[in-house]
């Protein structure tokens, strides 16, 4: 039981590059989220998925997309990145419905945008 | 909307010292989940405690115990003869129990525990 993985665990693009930050989970959550954390400012949620085919939008979705064809996987894709896109990227998943469910997380991905 | 607030950006306590974390939170929603999450240096986050919001019983984990004050939208952490493994960033969260179930979270405290 692997829990949440992410990929890369580091990455550095130029303006205006495109890629793909990978989350995985191996629990059979319903429930997957992306955040970004930056100093003072927390962990805001970026986009959200209550199922596969299902998403939404957070706090902060702008320049970000996501898919969810499947229960185990939920891409993050940065279309152009841009430097305001530098940040550390977590992915987490919980079960879904209603009860005390705890998110578990992955362990990051600092992305740097120059 | 849902707002999570943590107001004290730092913390220092000095070891075996109780020290408190608190958070305020805003909810239209009857019924939600508080949780306080820990985050070490390296960066995995950590789940310390959750509470039921229809509970009025604060919980407990070993060291760490909540305060809910409901009519409050207030939910502060304590945590009871420090150690320095409990350095770490400390962030307040709740999740709705509609529709999309999300969570939000607060910008953290920095918890320092000095020898």
């Known amino acids: 039981n692997a829990g949440v993985t992410q990929t890369p665990k580091f990455q550095v693009l130029k303006t205006g590059q495109s890629m793909t930050l990978q989350c995985a989970q191996d629990?059979?959550?319903?429930?997957m989220s992306w955040y970004r954390q930056d100093p003072g400012m927390g962990l805001r949620l970026i986009h959200y998925s209550v199922g596969a085919g299902i998403t939404d939008q957070g706090e902060v979705p702008n320049g970000y997309n996501v898919s969810r064809s499947t229960t185990e996987d939920f891409p993050l894709r940065l279309l152009s990145a841009a430097p305001s896109q530098t940040s550390v990227y977590f992915c987490a998943s919980s079960y879904g419905g209603t009860g005390n469910r705890e998110q578990y997380f992955g362990p990051g991905t600092r992305l740097t945008v120059t | 909307a849902q707002t999570v607030t943590q107001s004290q950006p730092e913390m220092s306590v000095q070891e075996a010292e109780t020290v408190t974390l608190s958070c305020t939170y805003d909810?239209?929603?009857?019924?939600?989940?508080l949780f306080w999450y820990k985050q070490p240096p390296s960066r995995q986050m950590i789940l310390v405690i959750r509470?039921?919001?229809?509970?009025?019983q604060n919980a407990t984990e070993n060291r760490f115990s909540v305060n809910f004050q409901k009519a409050a939208k207030s939910f502060s952490l304590k945590i009871s003869d420090s150690q320095l493994g409990d350095a770490a960033m400390y962030f307040c969260a709740s999740r709705s129990t509609s529709g999309t179930y999300k969570y939000i979270f607060g910008t953290g405290t920095r918890l320092k525990v000095l020898a």
């Open positions: 629990m059979n959550h319903e429930y």
């Open positions: 909810t239209s929603e009857s019924d939600y989940y």
């Open positions: 509470q039921e919001a229809y509970k009025q």
